[in-house]
Antibody, heavy 118, light 107 residues
Framework: QVQLVQSGAEVKKPGASVKVSCKASGYTFIRYDISWVRQAPGQGLEWMGWMSGYNGNTNYAQNLQGRVTMTTDTSTSTVYMELRSLRSDDTAVYYC???????????WGQGTTVTVSS | DIQMTQSPSSLSASVRDRVTLTCRAS??????LNWYQQKPGKAPKLLIY???SLQSGVPSRFSGSGSGTDFTLTISSLQPEDFATYYC?????????FGPGTKVDIK
């Protein structure tokens, strides 16, 4: 079945970096894009950015520009999201989701909890 | 950036009630509007895409309408499993912003 499986929870200190993986299976990886969405505790959903599964093009949220990088390894159908210079307000659950152009995010990973604390 | 607003921010309803949630965009987004349901501790689930298309496997009691700047999600007969938070999201142009959500709880 179509699924996205994310890497496990992380605890990081302020100023550090985190890299979350999202492994896709059950579909042709390069035919779909992947978006990343995060949710701080008790808060709503925040779109972080998008990566084309076809050519690796990216589009990042303005407020994360310079701190976030999304990459892909098509050989393993895995997308990575790296966030640098972590701050306490980066503490959140991070989700990857398959993004269908014009069709919303139809398959979601299970979420990865990232805690930033000194 | 396109701003999304939702109303109400929360509502209390009973099983079998008809419920209508509203989402508004700060500029026209044509029909590039998606609706998600999220339950505590779970990933969001896509309900409606392109404003009015029902995602496969989603019960027909969910429906969406609207275009331009004003959109609605209707649950025709609320079921116990529908108590959740609902988010709209525009996919017209990046950043693909979400609304703040509407929490539907039990009256």
């Amino acid at each position: 079945q179509v699924q996205l499986v994310q890497s496990g929870a992380e605890v990081k200190k302020p100023g550090a970096s985190v890299k979350v993986s999202c492994k896709a299976s059950g579909y042709t990886f390069i035919r779909y894009d992947i978006s990343w969405v995060r949710q701080a505790p008790g808060q709503g959903l925040e779109w972080m950015g998008w990566m084309s599964g076809y050519n690796g093009n990216t589009n990042y949220a303005q407020n994360l520009q310079g701190r976030v990088t999304m990459t892909t390894d098509t050989s393993t159908s895995t997308v990575y999201m790296e966030l640098r210079s972590l701050r306490s307000d980066d503490t959140a659950v991070y989700y990857c989701a398959r993004d269908v152009k014009g069709g919303g995010m139809d398959v979601w990973g299970q979420g990865t909890t990232v805690t930033v604390s000194s | 950036d396109i701003q999304m607003t939702q109303s109400p921010s929360s509502l209390s309803a009973s099983v079998r009630d008809r419920v209508t949630l509203t989402c508004r965009a700060s500029q026209s987004i044509s029909s590039y509007l998606n609706w998600y349901q999220q339950k505590p501790g779970k990933a969001p689930k896509l309900l409606i895409y392109a404003a009015s298309s029902l995602q496969s496997g989603v019960p027909s009691r969910f429906s969406g309408s609207g275009s331009g700047t004003d959109f609605t999600l209707t649950i025709s007969s609320l079921q116990p499993e529908d108590f959740a938070t609902y988010y709209c999201q525009q996919s017209y142009t990046g950043p693909f912003t979400f609304g703040p959500g509407t929490k539907v709880d039990i009256k």
